[in-house]
């Protein structure tokens, strides 16, 4: 079947950067999203790559390599909201399903 | 304000009881779904709908049934079949299908007394 394999947790500091991979079987998937979900509630949209290549929205950036089955979010300047877990997912271009990574869980320290 | 509701936000089973969740989406969406989601795991697909009076089964139906009688309602009902349903549900919607973004409403606990 198909899987979508990203990090479980990572930690960063307060306005540096990180970087959180996303890795997936390359046949099937039709492009890459990624969400955000603050503990307790629900995702929400971050950002949906259907080509190769960055996209820039402020201070995240979403990258996709199709060739690779490859794609990371990038946070800049960190802020202590953005501790949350960040969810990829890959739309299955056979039906009207997402498949779902586990999600990495990102610790904010000051 | 369009978007999606799920009530109640908390809700307890009884032993071989059977609870029905409710997600009501105004955002005009053909398209809606329900997941279930556990500690540390992904969102698992419970059922999904893309049009009314049709909806298909997921990964992890059994123990679970839905319906879609408006365009707006999706209720899940957690039948005394599932013998493990404490988790956090996650309803969503897209306009027709799953290359597209979903919206998610709030979501419902549902805790095992």
């Known amino acids: 079947g198909q899987n979508i394999d990203q990090p479980t947790e990572m930690t960063a500091t307060e306005g540096a950067i990180v970087q959180i991979n996303c890795t997936y079987q390359t046949s099937g998937f039709n492009g890459l999203f990624w969400y955000q979900q603050h503990a307790g509630e629900a995702p929400t949209f971050l950002s949906y790559?259907?080509l190769d290549g960055l996209e820039e929205k402020g201070r995240f950036s979403s990258f996709l390599s199709r060739s690779k089955g490859y794609s990371y979010l990038l946070l800049k300047e960190l802020q202590m909201k953005d501790s949350a877990s960040y969810l990829c997912a890959g739309p299955m271009d056979s039906n009207y399903q997402l498949i779902w990574g586990a999600g990495t869980k990102l610790i904010i320290k000051p | 304000d369009g978007g999606i509701t799920q009530s109640p936000k908390y809700l307890f089973r009884k032993e071989g009881q059977n609870v029905t969740l409710s997600c009501e989406q105004n955002l005009n969406h053909d398209a809606m779904y329900w997941y279930r989601q556990d500690p540390g795991q992904g969102l698992r697909l419970i059922y999904y709908s893309q049009i009314v009076n049709d909806f298909q089964k997921g990964d992890i139906a059994e123990g679970y049934s839905v319906s879609r009688e408006k365009k707006e309602s999706f209720p899940l009902t957690v039948t005394s079949a599932q013998k493990n349903p404490t988790a956090f549900y996650l309803c969503?919607?897209?306009?027709?299908?799953?290359?597209?973004?979903?919206?998610f409403g709030p979501g419902t606990r549902l805790l095992v007394l």
């Open positions: 969503a919607s897209t306009t027709s299908g799953g290359q597209e973004t979903q919206y």
């Open positions: 790559n259907v």
